[in-house]
């Protein structure tokens, strides 16, 4: 699996948009970019996934760039219990296992 | 529906002794996978059963060992507890369709372990 880039921390002030960026210059055609992110003592959740299209659901959007060696993850109005830590994942199609890296410590700030 | 439930949240154990760990998956799932997570890392990929068989295998000793029962929830046994064992366990559930995954993993809260 192609390895992912994260900066290891972020603020963010509450209300506004959170965007977390992830480098994944080695990726393959047939790996998606999935985001997880885990809250303080509790098991990681799923976000979004996408391939190469952008994609938008009711937690955030992701947006791949046309090359595929970077997204971004979109919170659009970042609340408290936002705070936690956002893994970017490349996971080829199919494949069950994840491989997490350290991931980015967002915090959103009142 | 219950999602992921892991079985003990906490539990503390001495160097030699073994461990078993609990998880029931998510209904509807039959795929049950096992992560490490130590203080300040991400999870790391253990093993993960399907058809009650070990399908994958990350980079853990012999000492990590698995089982999967016919109502697809699974243990996770560690023998010989090192202090480094010291860390989250984590499951996570997905279902097997058409012979590829779909879907999102869905994680359990964990079960904590700490090695004196």
């Known amino acids: 699996d192609a390895k992912t880039t994260q900066p290891p921390s972020m603020d963010c002030a509450e209300g506004r948009a959170a965007n977390l960026p992830c480098n994944h210059s080695?990726?393959?055609?047939?790996?998606?970019v999935y985001w997880y992110r885990q809250i303080h003592s509790q098991g990681p959740q799923y976000i979004i996934h996408g391939l190469k299209n952008n994609e938008t659901n009711e937690m955030a959007s992701l947006i791949i760039t046309e090359d595929r060696k970077s997204s971004t993850l979109i919170l659009p109005h970042a609340t408290l219990r936002d705070t936690a830590v956002y893994y970017c994942i490349v996971r080829v199609a199919g494949a069950n296992n994840l491989f997490f890296g350290t991931g980015t410590r967002l915090t959103v700030i009142p | 529906d219950a999602g992921v439930t892991q079985s003990p949240t906490h539990l503390i154990k001495t160097r030699g002794q073994q461990v078993t760990l609990r998880c029931s998956p998510k209904?509807?799932?039959?795929?049950v996978s096992w992560y490490q997570q130590a203080l300040g890392q991400g999870p790391q990929f253990i093993f993960q059963?399907?058809?009650?068989?070990?399908?994958q295998r990350g980079n853990f000793p012999d000492r990590f060992s698995g089982h999967q029962f016919p109502n697809y929830s699974s243990e996770l046994n560690v023998n010989a507890l090192l202090l480094g064992d010291s860390a989250l366990y984590l499951c996570a559930s997905s279902s097997l369709a058409g012979g590829l995954y779909t879907g999102e993993l869905f994680f359990g809260e964990g079960s904590r372990l700490t090695v004196l």
């Open positions: 209904s509807g799932h039959d795929t």
């Open positions: 080695t990726i393959s055609g047939n790996e998606y």
């Open positions: 059963y399907y058809e009650e068989e070990e399908r």
